[in-house]
């Protein structure tokens, strides 16, 4: 079975301040875990995904997010918020087996940015 | 390059009528893939498409159908609607095969409200 937990359902940061969005999961494989980003009225945009290949993952507009399978965790991380990063964010998780081409989200974290 | 796209954007129907959304995935993706993204209940996984045969399924009732055509474009058909049917339903498109790594490119969605 997978599935994803985001910690926290809103994270607010002064701009310039860094960006912690944590991320837990749990798979009966080694997954995929990905990283979407959902500005409003706007369709879903991948940030970044992890693939097993290096455990530090950098995606687009300065995000990154590292994979830690002893702690079964993918927290996404940028160093300085900007007003534009104000979306909701999801953590993905994608296995094999039965799971095969069924993403699991979590349900979001809503990210507010303030000047 | 054309992203995917849905239609129509919005879309009301009665209790017990039958909504159908189409979905065209990016050019040279054969796998295709539905998301209902309803209030209070996130991102939940309807179907998955590839080849034009369905694949995987999640858990959701069998009026919830639908199909993918030559093209690759697909179709959701959802029959006796009920209240709890209005959403945001999402298509997504890949590569194929539904390999671990594959990114899902999402479309801007179809909202469906059920009176």
């Known amino acids: 079975a997978q599935s994803v937990t985001q910690l926290d359902s809103h994270v607010s940061v002064s701009e310039g301040t860094p960006v912690l969005l944590r991320c837990n999961y749990s798979?009966?494989?080694?997954?995929?875990l990905f990283w979407y980003v959902q500005h409003p009225n706007k369709g879903l945009q991948l940030l970044l995904k992890y693939t097993s290949a290096a455990t530090l993952v950098k995606g687009i507009n300065g995000f990154e997010a590292e994979f830690k399978k002893s702690e079964t965790s993918f927290h996404l991380t940028k160093p300085s918020a900007h007003m534009s990063d104000a979306a909701e964010y999801f953590c993905v998780v994608s296995d094999r087996g039965t799971n095969a081409g069924k993403s699991t989200f979590g349900d979001g974290t809503t990210l507010t940015v303030k000047p | 390059e054309a992203g995917v796209t849905q239609s129509p954007t919005h879309l009301i129907k009665t209790r017990g009528q039958q909504a159908t959304l189409r979905c065209s995935p990016i050019?040279?993706?054969?796998?295709v893939y539905w998301y209902q993204q309803a209030l209070g209940l996130g991102l939940q996984f309807l179907l998955w498409y590839d080849e034009g045969e369905e694949r995987n399924r999640g858990n959701f009732p069998p009026r919830f159908s639908g199909r993918q055509f030559p093209n690759y474009s697909s179709e959701l058909n959802v029959n006796a609607l009920e209240l709890e049917d209005s959403a945001l339903y999402l298509c997504?498109?890949?590569?194929?095969?539904?390999?671990?790594?594959?990114?899902?490119?999402f479309g801007p969605g179809t909202r469906l409200l059920v009176l």
């Open positions: 798979s009966s494989y080694s997954p995929s």
């Open positions: 050019s040279g993706h054969t796998s």
């Open positions: 997504a498109s890949s590569h194929g095969q539904g390999r671990l790594q594959e990114t899902q490119y």
